[in-house]
Antibody
C-alpha cells in the first residue's frame, strides 16, 4: 500500500525559501501513470493545489504561485520536492503531498506538515 | 480560477440523508465529469471518497454517493452516522492552467 510522508523545516523566515520533501513508500514513484502533487491548507481554510510533477520531470503549476514554485523529482530516492521562494505570512499552512491520478488531485495523501512563516 | 462554492454547514439527524452542493462554472464542474469529494477529520489529511462525479474508491461506504447537474455537483450521505460529522471538500478538474480547483468546504453536523 502506497504511503506518502512529508518532511522539512516547520519554521521559515519571511523572504526565505520553503523546502519540503515527500517520500513515497510501498511502491515505486515511477510505476503507473501517476502525477505527484503538492497541496496546501491554511489554518481553518480550504485546500489549494500548488502544482504537480510526472516522473519524466514534466510539471504543471498553479498560475497564482507559478513565479515562486519549483517541484522536482528524484526517482532514485522515491521522493519529490517543493521549493517556494520569497515566502510571506500568507504562505503559512499545512502542506500535503499527494498522488494525483489524472483528474483526481488527491487520490492518496501524506499526513501533512505545518510550515509557519515567521521571523 | 475561483474556488467552488459549497454551503458552510449542513446538518441532519442520525439515519437521515443529507446533500452537500458544489457549484462551479462551465469551465470546471459543468465542463467535465471530473468532480471528486474528500472527507477531512480535524487534524487529519483529506480522504478521497468520490471521484469522477459518482465513483467510489475501494473501501468507501456505499452510503456516500455523488451526482452532477449542470454546473453543480452534489454529495449525498445516506443513513447519517455520528462518524460522518466532519468537513467535506469538493474538487474539479478544470482543463486550464489551474488544473484543479477545490471547494470552500462544508462542515457536516450530526444532530
Amino acid at each position: 500500500q502506497v504511503q506518502l510522508q512529508e518532511s522539512g523545516p516547520g519554521l521559515v523566515k519571511p523572504s526565505q525559501t520553503l523546502s519540503l520533501t515527500c517520500t513515497v513508500s510501498g511502491g515505486s514513484i515511477s510505476s503507473g501513470r501517476y502525477y505527484w502533487s503538492w497541496i496546501r491548507q491554511p489554518a481553518g481554510k480550504g485546500l489549494e493545489w500548488i502544482g504537480r510533477i510526472y516522473t519524466s520531470g514534466s510539471t504543471n503549476y498553479n498560475p497564482s504561485l507559478k513565479s515562486r514554485v519549483t517541484i522536482s523529482v528524484d526517482t532514485s530516492k522515491n521522493q519529490f520536492s517543493l521549493k517556494l521562494t520569497s515566502v510571506t505570512a500568507a504562505d503559512t499552512a499545512v502542506y500535503y503531498c499527494a498522488r494525483t491520478a489524472g483528474t483526481v488531485p488527491g487520490a492518496i495523501w501524506g499526513q501533512g506538515t505545518l510550515v509557519t512563516v515567521s521571523s | 480560477q475561483s474556488a467552488l462554492t459549497q454551503p458552510a454547514s449542513v446538518s441532519g439527524s442520525p439515519g437521515q440523508s443529507i446533500t452537500i452542493s458544489c457549484t462551479g462554472t462551465s469551465s470546471d464542474v459543468g465542463g467535465y465529469n471530473y468532480v471528486s469529494w474528500y472527507q477531512q477529520h480535524p487534524g487529519k489529511a483529506p480522504k478521497l471518497i468520490i471521484y469522477d462525479v459518482s465513483n467510489r474508491p475501494s473501501g468507501i461506504s456505499n452510503r456516500f454517493s455523488g451526482s452532477k447537474s449542470g454546473n453543480t455537483a452534489s454529495l449525498t450521505i445516506s443513513g447519517l452516522q455520528a462518524e460522518d460529522e466532519t468537513d467535506y471538500y469538493c474538487s474539479s478538474y478544470t482543463g486550464s492552467s489551474t488544473l484543479y480547483v477545490f471547494g470552500t468546504g462544508t462542515k457536516v453536523t450530526v444532530l
